[in-house]
Nanobody, 124 residues
Framework: QVQLVESGGGLVQAGGSLRLSCVDS????????MGWFRQAPGEEREFVAA????????DYADSVKGRFTISRDNAKNTMYLQMNSLKPEDTALYYC?????????????????WGQGTQVTVSS
C-alpha cells in the first residue's frame, strides 16, 4: 500500500527557495508516474510537475518552468520538488501524488494515491 507523506514546506520570502520531499512510508514506492499538485484557498487543485518511474521524463506547468525541478530517488522511496525564485503566487498547499500507470498526466483525477499536503507560504 502506497502511503505518501510530504514535508519541507514553510514560510519564505519572495525570491527564496524550498525543497519539498515526499516519502512513501508504506515502502512500496510506486513504479508508476508521480507528481506534485498545489491548491490555494478558494482555488481548484492544479498541476505543478510530474515525473516518470525512472526519472527519465518530466513535465512542468508553464507557471513553474525554469524555477522548479522534480526528481525522485527510488532507492530512498522519495520524490522531491526543488523550488527556486519563489513568488507570492506560489503560496498553496502542495500535495504529492502517485499513480499505477506510467503516463505523466496533469489532471489530479488520474492519480491513485495522495499525501496530506505541506503548506508553502511566500511573502512579498
Amino acid at each position: 500500500q502506497v502511503q505518501l507523506v510530504e514535508s519541507g514546506g514553510g514560510l519564505v520570502q519572495a525570491g527564496g527557495s524550498l525543497r519539498l520531499s515526499c516519502v512513501d512510508s508504506g515502502r512500496t514506492f510506486s513504479s508508476g508516474a508521480m507528481g506534485w499538485f498545489r491548491q490555494a484557498p478558494g482555488e481548484e487543485r492544479e498541476f505543478v510537475a510530474a515525473i516518470s518511474w525512472d526519472g527519465s521524463s518530466t513535465d512542468y506547468a508553464d507557471s513553474v518552468k525554469g524555477r522548479f525541478t522534480i526528481s525522485r530517488d527510488n532507492a530512498k522511496n522519495t520524490m522531491y520538488l526543488q523550488m527556486n525564485s519563489l513568488k507570492p503566487e506560489d503560496t498553496a498547499l502542495y500535495y504529492c501524488a502517485a499513480r499505477h500507470g506510467t503516463y505523466l498526466y496533469t489532471t489530479p483525477e488520474k492519480y491513485d494515491y495522495w499525501g496530506q499536503g505541506t503548506q508553502v507560504t511566500v511573502s512579498s
